[in-house]
């Protein structure tokens, strides 16, 4: 099971916390310290200090959805910078979560041009 591709509306927490913490303090983190509400429909992603596990929380309707992934050896490529949060797509988490190291990940540009001539 994995986060949905179409998810638009993907939050990366950057600070590693306490991976004691439940589906509660998770929202509480999201509520508190970012402002945002947990019951709209956003998923947040964390991770540990280790950077071998995350979790990821968000809300379905009738109850929180808690997704966890722990690494046996290696590490998640955890994108840096001074933003408590990174906006991603479902597919960049995805990405994320298969290991690779979304922060090099870009593509092309989009480009807008008024006419061929």
């Known amino acids: 099971m994995r986060p949905s591709l179409e998810l638009t509306e993907v939050y990366l927490y950057r600070q590693a916390i306490d991976f004691r913490k439940s589906h509660r303090g ?24 280790q950077r071998t596990k995350i979790k990821c929380l968000f ?21 840096k910078g001074e933003e408590a949060l990174l906006t991603l797509t479902g597919q960049q988490l995805n990405w994320l979560l298969d290991g ?5 990940m870009k593509g092309h ?3 807008h041009y008024e006419s061929v001539f």
């Open 109 to 111: 540009k989009n480009r």
């Open 59 to 79: 809300w379905e309707n009738t109850g929180f959805v808690l997704y966890y992934k722990t690494l046996v050896e290696d590490k998640f490529k955890w994108p």
């Open 26 to 49: 998770l929202a509480a983190i999201v509520e508190c310290e970012l402002g945002h509400n947990p019951f709209d429909g956003g998923l947040y992603a964390f991770t540990n200090k």
């Open 100 to 104: 690779y190291d979304i922060s090099v």
